[in-house]
């Protein structure tokens, strides 16, 4: 297991600048610590830069819960601002995660403009505009921190949760901090399962690095916790020695459920980075940082060309219909050009067109003739009339009305080129009235 818990102080302080800085997101059920660790690690990050103030610059910070009342710390970007969630609960006559799924789907309606003004305070500058600004030496944040409501439901499996993680992840190195409750998660080993299960589907959910943070370690030490992860027969022993106490009834399918999944998830918890920290006291903070470090890299390393790999896929997806549609177009040209002589229709009539009016009474005298059927009039030039001839006319409409709409449908293909993430948002935008 990729745990932390024994790595040497925070390196970070000495760690150069980087590109662009990381993006810590903070997850973490309703009590489980989230706001006071985001606290926590943000006064961490502003003494570093008081230590260093020539070299580093004050993290960046983003509140998107819009139910909190109050937060203990500083925000650049607070949903708040632009989302008043006791007027969208009035307003679209909602309950408390109604109206903070609807305040995050508005935001996530602006998410151009908060993914332009991340970018120009977090990431380097084009030279023209950082040479009008000579005079000011911008150091850039190291780290984005971004707290999420405390209903997680509401935040990862929504729409719009699933288009802000997109957009930082394409634009900053993204990891999660999913914040545990380290004394209530360790009480027993199912509220530990129930708890490693809700990580894992997040983790799946977001595809992004995720470190386990285990809260509240001046409570209870996660000693527990990392040692029922990194070894299946401690869990399994704690779990017999809970039913033999309890003599719990009916604990059997309980019992050989919970060891089954200590058995599964042994893949899973190697991709993990687990910290133990106290936000009260501050205790572990710099592992913390550690283990953002080693995320970062695995982010560059696994993550950035797994994602770049799933946009590729969905734009050879897209190329491989308007493929599709371009040999489709290209089957019926050549029809048509055989309809229009080089195919077994060339030896069909071809009509002269009249070139005075006599002309033409005397060609549909011939028509009339021709028609008419009989051996009677026209004198041996006699044809009876094509069944493709008949046809002709009407194919061809049919054939340019199909391929007028399969021109427009290739234009709509070529022109529905913007992020996903931006159409959802326009979806949602539109769907809100
Ligand atoms: N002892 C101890 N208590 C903590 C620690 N971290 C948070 N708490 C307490 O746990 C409670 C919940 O903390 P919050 O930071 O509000 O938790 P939250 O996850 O943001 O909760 P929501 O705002 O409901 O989402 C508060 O009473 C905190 O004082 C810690 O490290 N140690």
Redo the contacts with the bound molecule.
Sequence with gaps: MASTTSNPPSASAQQPQPQAPVAIICI?????????????INAHLHQHHQHHPTTTAPPYVLNL?PA?RSVPFESNIDIRDSVNYKEVMKQYNLGPNGGILTSLNLFSTKIDQVMGLLEKRCLPQPASQTQQQETKTDILPSHILI?T???IEVFVWSASGAILLSALASSFPTVIAY?I?TPRTTENTSTFMSNMLYAISILYKTRLPMILVF?????KAETDAVEWMRDFEAFQAALKKEEEEHEREGSGYMGSLLNSMSLVLEEFYNALSVVG?????GVGIPLFFDAVEAKRAEFERDYRPEMQRRRADAEGMKAEMREKEVSRMMRDMNVSSKAKGTGKYAGGRVREEPETVSDAEAMSEDEEGDYEGGGGGGGGGLVEPDEHEEAEPSEDAMFEEGLKARYEAALREQQGGPAAAARSADYIRRSQG
């Design positions: 973490g059920m309703a009590g489980s610590g989230k706001t006071t660790f985001m606290q926590r819960d909190v707290d409501p405390g209903q914040i409750d809260n509240k370690t001046d409570v920290v106290s936000s009260m006291t």
